[in-house]
Each structure stands twice: as structure tokens, then as C-alpha cells.
């Protein structure tokens, strides 16, 4: 076996098992705390590169190149379709972070996080659940790159309108939200990173394509550095707060995923179509969602948090509810195929 097929199995496997790997990694950074932080601290060829903005925008030029620019005609082929996942995304989402934070009355750093991790746009991991649901993946792949187009004007207001409001349904001190920083901030570890993927799948398409099957390991490398590097920062005060905000995190997440498959159902998508809209609104880039908290909120540790808890959450459930609606797709295929059967006969 060549070094690359060693690599490809590796990756392969990683990929398959990576929320057991997040949640080793999360239980670890808090039941363990400074030792990751210490680790990255003592390897001089990592300080000065391991950044959480760093890291993801490596992941985020990885999925640049699972993208093509044939996946926006998703746009203009099924208009309606995709509007209903834009709107989910950018309209649910966020109120629902807000509505959670007044319900559970959190203290306004989580409070933030959770805002801010409801506004961001789909990941690839929801490109991967769709597949694994057996959902259109095509409409998935569409979504989450709308969405990231989107994200640099949306995220920003849709934090801007949802902090704002929090603040003053608490009574507490004004959140400062620099509008103008996310934006930018956005460009730099979003847009910028996935174009250049897109314009690398796009000319060098044989050297992406080998590339893809590590992406991966890649991956889920970057996300749990990520991950732990935030528990592990976060320390006690993460410990006052940790049970309630996995509550809330979990919560929001299946809110995602029920206002998705009722929505799409309401309108009449297939089961295939229902399926990508559930799963891509239900699933936030995360990742994102850290990376801005650190980079426009420094002095708050904690809203770093919510997205660092999702990052991990969300594979669990994700893969969860995609064997469900697989096998909702596998039951109802073969109901359709005994029918045709018995039209036949």
C-alpha cells in the first residue's frame, strides 16, 4: 500500500468516526484543563501559526475544493427551493439563538455566542449528512455556498439586530458589535479561502481531486484543534455554565433541523429536497462562528464557546438523523416499488 492509500484510509476512517473525535476531544480540553493550551504553547514550529481564524481558513480553502461554480445554478434551477433554505437559514436560526437566550437567561458572553453561532452560514458537514441521508445533495452543495456569499452581510446584521435586542430585554450594558469588522473578518476566513479552493478545483482539478479524499482528516485535524483549544482556554468559567449551554446548543440544533423538514414538508419538497433543507439549516459552520468570536470579541472568552459546542454536537446529531431519514428514504423506495409491483400485475 502506497503512502497516499495509507493517508486516503486514515482520512476515510477519520471522516467516518469524526464526532467520536470531537467529543473525545471536548471531554478531554474540559476535564483536563491546560494541558492542550500547554501542548500548542511548547511546540515552537506551531506558535507562531495556530490561530483559530488560522486553522479555519485552511478548512475553508478545503471546501473551496469540493465546490464547483456549476453548484450556483442550484439558484436558478430550483429558485424556490433554495429561497425556502436561505430564508431558514438566516430567519430560524438566529431568532431561535435569541429566543433560547431569554428562555435560559444567559449571561450575555454565552448569550452572544449563541447569536452569533444561529447567524452564521452551512458547513460542509452538512454536504456530507445530506449524502448520508440520502437527500439532494446538489440542492446542499447549492445552499452552502448561497449562504456563504451571503454570510459577510447577513451574519453582521442579523448579530447587530439579536444582540442588541438582548441586551435590552436583560437591562444589561450594550453589546458593541463592530458590524464593519465582521464583514471583513468574514472576507478573510470565508469568501477569500473558498474561492481560491473553487479557482484551484477549477484549473487544477487533478490535483484537487487527490486532495479531496484527505480533506477529512484535514478537517476534523482543524476542528478539534479548534474545539480544544477554546475548551481549554475557557477553563472555570466554562465549568459554572457548561451543562446549560450544551442544553441550549442541543436544543438549537434540533429546532434547525424540525423548522427545516416542517417548512420544506409545508411546501410540498420531495423527501430527498426535505432532507438537504433540514439537515443545511440545522447545521451551522461553527467553526465560523469561533473563529469571529475570537477575532471581534477578544475579551470575551465565552462567546467562543457555543460554537466550539456545536462543532461537536452537531456531527453526533447529524449522523443520527441522517440514518433516520436514510432509512425513511430506503422504506419509502421500497413501499413505491412493491406498489409498482402490484400495478403491474
Known amino acids: 500500500m502506497s503512502f497516499f492509500s ?23 480540553a474540559f476535564f483536563a484543563r491546560g494541558t492542550f493550551t500547554s501542548w500548542i504553547n511548547n511546540q515552537e ?34 429558485p ?9 437559514q438566516f430567519l430560524v436560526m438566529p431568532l431561535a439563538g435569541f ?20 447567524s452564521c452560514p452551512g458547513g460542509t458537514a452538512s454536504n456530507v449528512m445530506t449524502y448520508m441521508a440520502k437527500g439532494d445533495v446538489a440542492l446542499s452543495v447549492g445552499m452552502t455556498a448561497v449562504s456563504t456569499v451571503l454570510a459577510p452581510f447577513l451574519t453582521p446584521l442579523m448579530v447587530m439586530l439579536y444582540a ?52 477529512p482528516l484535514i ?38 433541523y ?22 443545511e439549516v440545522g447545521m451551522q459552520n461553527s467553526g465560523l462562528a469561533t473563529a469571529l468570536a475570537g477575532m471581534c470579541f477578544p475579551g470575551m472568552l465565552l462567546a467562543q464557546v457555543p460554537g466550539a459546542i456545536f462543532s461537536a454536537w452537531h456531527n453526533i446529531s447529524g449522523a443520527v438523523l441522517a440514518g433516520i431519514l436514510a432509512r425513511r428514504a430506503s422504506e419509502g423506495k421500497g413501499d413505491r416499488n412493491e406498489n409498482s409491483g402490484h400495478l403491474k400485475n
Request: aromatic share 8%; hydrophobic share 55%; charged share 15%.
Open 99 to 118: 429566543l433560547l437566550c431569554l428562555a435560559f437567561r444567559l449571561p450575555p458572553e454565552l448569550a452572544l455566542g449563541v447569536i452569533l453561532t444561529g
Open 45 to 78: 514550529f506551531l506558535r507562531g501559526y495556530f490561530s483559530v481564524t488560522n486553522l479555519l481558513m485552511v478548512i475553508m480553502c478545503g471546501m473551496g475544493m469540493t465546490l464547483r461554480f456549476q453548484d450556483f445554478r442550484q439558484v436558478f434551477l430550483k
Open 6 to 28: 495509507k493517508v486516503k484510509a486514515v482520512s476515510d476512517h477519520v471522516g467516518r468516526y469524526m464526532a467520536l473525535y470531537a467529543v473525545l476531544v471536548t471531554l478531554t
Open 164 to 215: 442588541g435586542l438582548y441586551s435590552d430585554s436583560i437591562g444589561g450594558a450594550d453589546i458593541v458589535i463592530d458590524g464593519t469588522g465582521m464583514f471583513v473578518g468574514i472576507l478573510k476566513i470565508v469568501l477569500i479561502p473558498v474561492f481560491l479552493g473553487m479557482l484551484l478545483n477549477h484549473f487544477l482539478r487533478s490535483v484537487t481531486a487527490k486532495l479531496a479524499k484527505v480533506l
Open 80 to 88: 424556490r427551493d433554495m429561497l425556502v433554505g436561505e430564508i431558514l
Open 219 to 256: 478537517s476534523c485535524i482543524g476542528i478539534c484543534c479548534i474545539i480544544g483549544f477554546v475548551i481549554d482556554s475557557a477553563g472555570d468559567r466554562l465549568l459554572a455554565n457548561g451543562l446549560l449551554i450544551i442544553l441550549v446548543v442541543i436544543l438549537h440544533n434540533l429546532i434547525g
Open 258 to 279: 424540525l423548522a427545516g423538514f416542517g417548512a420544506s414538508h409545508l411546501l410540498g419538497l420531495s423527501p430527498e429536497r426535505r432532507n438537504a433543507v433540514s439537515i
